[in-house]
């Protein structure tokens, strides 16, 4: 994934911006800073009050909580398909405020992966083109998204199927599928929405060991889930109850610094 | 944070268009089909209104050149007392005289009825009329012998007759065997030949025909003509036309009617389209109708397809790609039904034409305007749906 990333990813950046969050470091990929998210119907429901976390380059991370507790709204601001009533969500760097929707869809094209409990494959489509339509936004040529949709295969192993359609694979199969669909444009942050929930415990947890394969590749990913075991297994833990953040608690690895978790001072990106 | 770090915005290649846009057509084969055949049925209407009105008119314009456009009949009208007037017998020799009068034959009617024999009652006549007929009337009105042989100088003389097409039928002759025989007047007349229609006289068709000399000598003929066709140089019928009737009755050409058959047929060619507004609208209310399924099954599907749209906003889709993506879909549908329009209507023609013995005929504007209506009613009906596909807000449409 690192060694395969820097000349997929030049062209698609700017410049100034060629140093990708993917093959990790200490830059933020995501700031989330003293968001409050309030729905205007009567009366206002307040989902989300006062919510700041930064996550780094290579993170692997569970935002934990029961139902209500703000995930995913928190989810929702996070992917930038909705924005924040008050504070700032920053992606690499990019408020998502200043941003029109244009550019926030282009945006997620290049930044940022989903990967859904539901899997959303389309089931007339071979799985290598079910994962080659994760840059069918990003202006690539066809030819050149079934190459790369290869290689995301390969990295979650499924290489060997790619022509199958998604209903002859089994539940955790289809779960690889849409995690390589997330994988394929490089994001710099893979946003997976309770990505065990529809799989039994053993196939759940080869989902999860999946996960741990690629943080040790550096990839940076936010499992959300109100599964606690699920988030015991992660290095960082952020756990929410009624829109609040009550703990942010990260397992001292090696190689990984303590301290995560104090929301970066805005303005401090380039 | 700085502008620069904005990535390009991504944009879909027209493949990638046709191939989000065809997605609701591969998976739900039956639905599109079905909601595609409205407008097919509507193209189909239009197209075949279009090229069987174009083919029947190339038919009737080749049947008209056959026939030629330069017969003029002279016939008597009436007097200013209102009575029947008659041609002088020296009509037809008068009119020859005519420098670009190139042939000239007459008719004249005999004032007796044919039976198919002497038992029939005498009122039962089937509208048949006996005419003395010339010799070379046959090639004027461009018809021929279907059974037997035509009048020549011995049979005008003899108690033989020829038989208009429509007058056998009623008689209940269907062909010519010796001693074949009719009855005209007390007197028994040989059937020794029977026509061709004779679309430029029909009244010929209904006509039982005998020699001149032989309706003077057995029935009782006064002579005079009633029906003279003359043939004239075509790039001088008209001035033929403007002599006739002074030339056929120098003494009062008033009396005299001159037409000129081939023109009815002309009308008739001309007069095929009245009938095309009435079908035209039907083929038209028949699109209103696919469009309206269209729009209803593109409404239908954007509803259906929520979670669809919510994982193309989350893979980068802005909302110009979704309204991109299911206007097309539309189009397409549209498009699809359109060309099997096209090709049903063809056929339709085609298959009616051959059966009449016409040119196939398909004007382009059939072709072209069908598929060009079922492209603007594709985006009409799609218009509406996709706007509302792409004003969903990601979150709206986004799977929780």
């Not at chain 1, 830059?27 to 009366?43: F, I």
């Not at chain 2, 038992?119 to 004027?140: E, F, K, M, R, W």
């Not at chain 2, 509803?303 to 669809?308: A, G, H, I, P, V």
């Not at chain 2, 013995?357 to 985006?379: K, S, Y």
């Amino acid at each position: 994934m690192t060694s395969a990333a820097a000349p997929l990813a030049a062209g698609r950046f700017s410049p100034d911006n060629q140093a990708h969050p993917t093959s990790g470091g200490t830059r933020p990929v995501l700031e989330v800073d003293h968001v409050t998210k309030v729905y205007p119907s009567q009366p206002p429901v307040t989902a989300l009050q006062d919510v700041s976390f930064t996550v780094t380059g290579g993170e692997l991370l569970a935002i934990v909580g029961p139902s209500g507790s703000g995930k995913s709204t928190l989810l929702h601001l996070m992917g930038t398909l909705d924005r924040p009533s008050a504070g700032h969500v920053r992606i690499t760097g990019v408020d998502v405020a200043s941003l029109s929707d244009r550019d926030l869809a282009a945006l997620r094209a290049t930044r940022i992966g989903f990967v859904f409990q539901q899997f959303f494959l389309a089931e007339h489509q071979t799985v290598v083109d079910n994962v080659a339509d994760g840059l069918l936004y990003a202006s690539v040529p066809l030819t050149q998204r079934r190459a790369r949709a290869l290689q995301a295969l390969e990295l979650v192993g499924l290489a060997e199927r790619p022509w199958a359609r998604p209903t002859q694979l089994s539940g955790g199969q289809r779960q690889r599928v849409a995690i390589a669909r997330a994988l394929v444009g490089q994001p710099a942050i893979v946003l997976a929405d309770e990505p065990t929930g529809n799989l039994d415990q053993t196939t759940g947890g080869s989902i999860l060991t999946l996960f741990d394969q690629l943080h040790h590749q550096k990839v940076t990913i936010a499992v959300i889930t109100h599964d606690q075991t699920i988030a015991a297994r992660m290095p960082r833990r952020i756990e929410m109850l009624d829109g609040r953040i009550v703990a942010d608690t990260t397992d001292p690895g090696p190689g990984e610094p303590d301290g995560h978790g104090q929301p970066a001072p805005p303005g401090q990106q380039p | 944070m700085t502008a620069a770090a904005i990535p390009l915005h991504g944009r879909l290649r027209p493949s990638d268009v046709g191939r989000v846009a065809s997605i609701g057509l591969r998976t739900r084969k039956l639905r599109a089909g079905l909601s595609a055949l409205g407008i097919a049925i509507g193209v189909a209407a239009i197209v075949a209104v279009l090229g069987l009105s174009s083919s029947s008119s190339a038919g009737l314009l080749a049947e008209i050149s056959r026939l030629g456009t330069n017969l003029l009949t002279v016939q008597p009208g009436t007097t200013v007392f209102g009575k029947n007037a008659e041609l002088p017998t020296g009509a037809p020799a008068m009119i020859a005289r005519i420098g670009p009068v190139t042939s000239i034959e007459d008719t004249g009617n005999v004032n007796v009825n044919a039976y198919r024999n002497p038992y029939i009652p005498t009122i039962q006549t089937n509208a048949l009329s006996v005419q003395a007929a010339s010799l070379g009337l046959l090639a004027d009105l461009r018809t021929s012998v279907a059974q037997g042989v035509y009048l020549n100088p011995a049979t005008a003389r003899e108690p033989a007759a020829v038989l208009g097409p429509a007058a056998a039928q009623r008689l209940g002759i269907e062909g010519v065997y010796q001693g074949e025989r009719i009855w005209l007047d007390k007197q028994w007349f040989y059937v020794i030949g029977i026509l061709n229609p004779a679309t430029l006289a029909p009244n010929i068709d209904s006509s039982i025909l005998v020699g001149f000399p032989a309706a003077q000598h057995y029935l009782g003929f006064d002579g005079h003509p009633t029906t003279i066709y003359v043939r004239a140089q075509t790039n001088q019928v008209n001035a033929v036309h403007g002599v006739l009737a002074a030339t056929a009755n120098p003494e009062n050409p008033n009396e005299v009617n001159v037409s000129q058959p081939s023109a009815a047929l002309v009308a008739r060619a001309d007069a095929q389209s009245a009938f095309n507004g009435l079908f035209l609208g039907l083929g038209a209310v028949a699109l209103l109708v696919g469009a309206v399924g269209v729009a209803n099954i593109m409404v239908i599907s954007v509803l259906e397809r929520r979670s669809e749209i919510g994982l193309r906003r989350a893979l980068g889709a802005t909302k110009g790609h979704i309204r991109i993506q299911f206007l097309s879909e539309a189009i397409l549908l549209a498009l699809a039904g359109g060309t099997v329009g096209v090709t049903l209507g063809i056929l339709s023609t085609a298959v009616y034409a051959t059966t009449k013995h016409w040119a196939i005929v398909i004007p382009t504007i059939a072709w072209t305007g069908g598929i060009a209506a079922a492209l603007i009613i594709g985006a009409i009906a799609g218009l509406l749906p996709a706007l509302r596909a792409a004003r969903m807000s990601p979150t709206e449409a986004f799977p929780v």
